[in-house]
């Protein structure tokens, strides 16, 4: 029971400290701010076998583990809540408070109030705060799609990492192989920095997810038939052959459904809004917690039904790579506070060039008129599409 009450507060940080980096940070810095993080996250995973050589008995490895936890205790004093949190569910009173703590902590002067934010903020004092709900998503019409969507994309990819890991180790488990995976983890973050950086969110995560796609299915039976049909003779090297590449296939898999998993909680922090935020990263957390967990699943039935669950993450993976085109690029753009402005966020349409060459001749006069309405000049467009309001 001590060891469910620790998963579940740590659970609790990881997801508190995910969202404050994410709503602290510029857009520009989102980003790397994120991967800055997670590399340090794979530099403590690294830094456990030292320390547990070190402390020799485990009682004094969980004393020095749980230390740095005591900290935590004073960052309701000393560390902000989320401003922007505040604005969006309309707790005015405390925004106001801390709006002014940073204003002189920045010797900025509040008498004049040149921008006018705080006078804004004092007629809307008598809002009554208002609480969100993940399940809210269910009425909107393009919102649960997208997390739908990534939910799928955390549950196959934290699953075929684990089944990658199984095609490396076996049933066994070393520390060499346990140094062997967090290296692959720190490797994964460096690629996805550098894949992000060229393509973009939406770009990575599709080209990661194909790249992870394709090694199952060589795992799954081209490799097979490759040694099967060019050395009939020989079955050592065949079989030693198909080891080295299946090996091969495994780290690369790893290091593209680990990217893949951390992409699309990163992606679902961008695109749902402020008020629902953090149910639906937890939501997504829970899903690569799942997905995680079917290996052990499969342990307990002494290995039976693995090739069929690899044949179940496989597909999900094939059609992750047919709906994440449908979700919107949120390069450089702000993050939605608002259930309104969340399902605004819509991916970028085709074109008008396209677009007219989908259409009859009768019908481009007709479409050449919609720049002239008033409703298309009010349109806010991005690079995710139209953000309506």
């Not at 320390?51 to 485990?58: E, G, K, R, S």
């Amino acid at each position: 029971m001590l060891r469910f009450v620790q998963g579940f507060g740590l659970a609790g940080i990881s997801l508190s400290l995910y969202l404050l980096r994410i709503e602290l940070c510029l857009p520009a810095w989102r980003f790397s701010m994120t991967m800055v993080a997670n590399v340090l996250a794979v530099g403590g995973q690294l830094l456990l076998p030292a320390l547990a050589v070190l402390c020799v008995d485990w009682h004094v490895l969980q004393l020095v583990l749980i230390c740095p936890l005591a900290l935590m205790l004073s960052y309701a004093w000393f560390f902000p809540e989320s401003l922007r949190w505040l604005l969006a569910t309309q707790r005015y009173e405390r925004a106001k408070g801390q709006m002014y703590q940073v204003a002189q902590s920045n010797s900025v002067d509040t008498e004049t109030d040149e921008s006018g934010i705080l006078s804004a903020l004092e007629a809307e004092l008598h809002q009554t705060p208002q609480s969100s709900c993940i399940l809210q998503i269910i009425h909107t019409r393009n919102m649960w799609k997208n997390i739908l969507v990534l939910c799928v994309n955390s549950l196959s990819s934290s699953g075929m990492g684990q089944c990658f890991v199984r095609a490396v180790s076996g049933v066994s488990f070393s520390p060499k192989h346990y140094l062997v995976l967090v290296g692959i983890a720190m490797g994964g973050c460096i690629v996805l920095v550098t894949v992000v950086l060229v393509m973009g969110r939406r770009g990575a995560q599709l080209s990661f997810m194909i790249v992870t796609a394709l090694a199952s299915l060589l795992q799954l039976g081209l490799l097979n038939l490759i040694g099967k049909y060019s050395l009939r003779h020989d079955t050592a090297l065949r079989d030693t052959l198909n080891r080295r590449l299946s090996v091969a296939l495994s780290v690369i898999g790893m290091l593209t459904s680990h990217a893949v998993s951390h992409l699309s909680m990163f992606i679902c922090a961008e695109i749902t809004p402020t008020v629902i935020r953090g149910g639906a990263v937890g939501l997504l957390m829970a899903n690569a917690a799942v997905g995680m967990c079917v290996t052990a699943l499969v342990d307990l039935q002494k290995m039976r039904g693995f090739f069929l669950l690899r044949i179940i993450l496989t597909c999900s993976c094939l059609l992750s790579i047919i709906c994440i085109p449908l979700l919107p690029e949120t390069t450089g753009q702000p993050l939605p506070e608002s259930m309104a402005e969340g399902e605004g966020l819509l991916r970028r349409p085709l074109p008008s060039g396209e677009q007219h060459h989908l259409l009859t001749r009768s019908e481009v006069a007709e479409y050449s008129r919609v720049a002239d309405t008033p409703m298309h000049r009010q349109g806010n467009d991005t690079v995710n599409g139209i953000r309506t309001s």
